[in-house]
Antibody, heavy 116, light 110 residues
Framework: QVQLVQSGPEVKKPGASVKVSCKAS????????ISWVRQAPGQGLEWMAW????????NTAQKFQGRVTMTTDTSTSTVYMELQSLASDDTAVYYC?????????WGQGTLVTVSS | QSALTQPPSASGSPGQSVTISCSGT?????????VSWYQQHPGKAPKLIIY???RRPSGVPDRFSGSKSGNTASLTVSGLQAEDEAAYYC??????????FGGGTELTVL
C-alpha cells in the first residue's frame, strides 16, 4: 500500500534551517508529485510547495519563495524539504502528501518547533 | 492566493445530514475539477474523502458526497455518526497551478 514516512521532530533556533524527509513506498515514485503542507498549532492547512520527482520541476507558494528548497533522491524514493531563516511562526507540523491534485496519501507529519 | 472560505463550525445530531460549503473564485473552485475534501481527527494526518468534486476513494463510506455549483463546492455528510466528528478541509487546484486550502470546518456531532 502507498506509504509516506517522514523524519522525526526537530527543534531549531530562530534563523536556522530545517530539513524534513519524506520516504515513499508502495507505488512508482516517479509517477506522482509530492506536496508539502504545514499546520500551525490550532490552525488550518497551508500548502507550501510541490515537486515533480520525474521532471524535477517545482512550484512554491509566493509566501515561501526564496525560503523553501526541495530535492529528491530517486534511489531511495525520498523527497526532502528544507525551510530556511526559521522564525517562531514557522512552528508547525509539516506534512508531505502525494499528488498535488488530490493529496491522496499523507505522511504522519513532522513537528518543527522554533524556539530560542 | 487567498484561502478558500469555509464556515468555522457545523453541527448535527446522529442520523442527520450536514452540508459544509467551500467558497472560492473562478480562478480556483469555479475553474477546477480538482476540488477535494479532507477529514482530520485531532492529532492525525488529514485523510482524503472526496476528490475531483464528487469522487470517493476506495473505503470512504457513501455517506460522504461532494458537489459544486459555480464558485462554491459542498460536502454533505449523511447519516451522521459519532466518528464523523472531525475537522474538514476543502482544497482546489488553482489557475496559478498551485493548490489552495480552505480554512477548515469543525464538525460536531451533538
Amino acid at each position: 500500500q502507498v506509504q509516506l514516512v517522514q523524519s522525526g521532530p526537530e527543534v531549531k533556533k530562530p534563523g536556522a534551517s530545517v530539513k524534513v524527509s519524506c520516504k515513499a513506498s508502495g507505488y512508482d515514485f516517479l509517477n506522482y508529485g509530492i506536496s508539502w503542507v504545514r499546520q500551525a498549532p490550532g490552525q488550518g492547512l497551508e500548502w507550501m510547495a510541490w515537486i515533480n520527482p520525474y521532471q524535477g520541476n517545482r512550484n512554491t507558494a509566493q509566501k515561501f519563495q526564496g525560503r523553501v528548497t526541495m530535492t529528491t533522491d530517486t534511489s531511495t524514493s525520498t523527497v526532502y524539504m528544507e525551510l530556511q531563516s526559521l522564525a517562531s511562526d514557522d512552528t508547525a507540523v509539516y506534512y508531505c502528501a502525494r499528488d498535488p491534485y488530490r493529496h491522496d496519501s499523507w505522511g504522519q507529519g513532522t513537528l518543527v518547533t522554533v524556539s530560542s | 492566493q487567498s484561502a478558500l472560505t469555509q464556515p468555522p463550525s457545523a453541527s448535527g445530531s446522529p442520523g442527520q445530514s450536514v452540508t459544509i460549503s467551500c467558497s472560492g473564485t473562478r480562478s480556483d473552485v469555479g475553474g477546477s475539477n480538482s476540488v477535494s475534501w479532507y477529514q482530520q481527527h485531532p492529532g492525525k494526518a488529514p485523510k482524503l474523502i472526496i476528490y475531483e468534486v464528487t469522487r470517493r476513494p476506495s473505503g470512504v463510506p457513501d455517506r460522504f458526497s461532494g458537489s459544486k455549483s459555480g464558485n462554491t463546492a459542498s460536502l454533505t455528510v449523511s447519516g451522521l455518526q459519532a466518528e464523523d466528528e472531525a475537522a474538514y478541509y476543502c482544497s482546489a487546484f488553482a489557475g496559478s497551478n498551485n493548490p489552495v486550502f480552505g480554512g477548515g470546518t469543525e464538525l460536531t456531532v451533538l
